[in-house]
């Protein structure tokens, strides 16, 4: 039973269409959050895009308090996906007030020796300068949740 403590609220989340990404749009859409999710749009991913959409779709039809949900393709890697991620919650639900900073691939190695803990790191600074940004030009209050 929800209790709509997100309600009125919008959240981006990156990764948010597979695992932990998943769980949390889908329970923010429950709380009354509107959510969009970043994917990378890979083909063999369609599927589980197609499905949280589904499954959102029949949230919203289940309970009108439910959330909206919307999707943004691309790689959190390159700082204009980021910038779009941001503007789209931004133009869709009015602002933004939850950033979940999710995206990541999991390769085990020395921190240091991995070459995808580096990009993950420029992606989380990308994403971040981009909130902070907005923030500096009086836009909508933002929680930066890494």
């Avoid at 990156?14 to 970043?38: D, H, K, M, P, S």
């Avoid at 308090?65 to 980021?82: H, M, S, W, Y």
């Amino acid at each position: 039973m929800p209790f709509y403590l997100l309600a009125n609220k919008s959240a981006a989340i990156t990764g948010g269409t597979t695992g932990i990404g998943r769980a949390i749009a889908l329970e923010y859409l429950r709380q009354g959050c509107n959510v969009a999710v970043n994917h990378l749009d890979l083909e063999s991913d369609a599927e589980h895009k197609q499905s949280l959409v589904s499954e959102a779709a029949a949230l919203k039809q289940k309970d009108e308090k439910a959330g909206r949900l919307i999707d943004v393709a691309g790689d959190v890697r390159e700082p204009a996906t980021g910038k779009r991620l941001v503007e789209e919650a931004v133009r869709e639900f009015g602002g933004l007030d939850v950033f979940v900073s999710n995206a990541g691939v999991c390769e085990f190695a020395e921190f240091l020796e991995n070459e995808t803990s580096a990009k993950h790191i420029c992606s989380h600074w990308n994403l971040a300068k981009v909130l902070l940004e907005g923030l500096f030009q009086e836009k909508p209050e933002i929680w930066l949740w890494c």
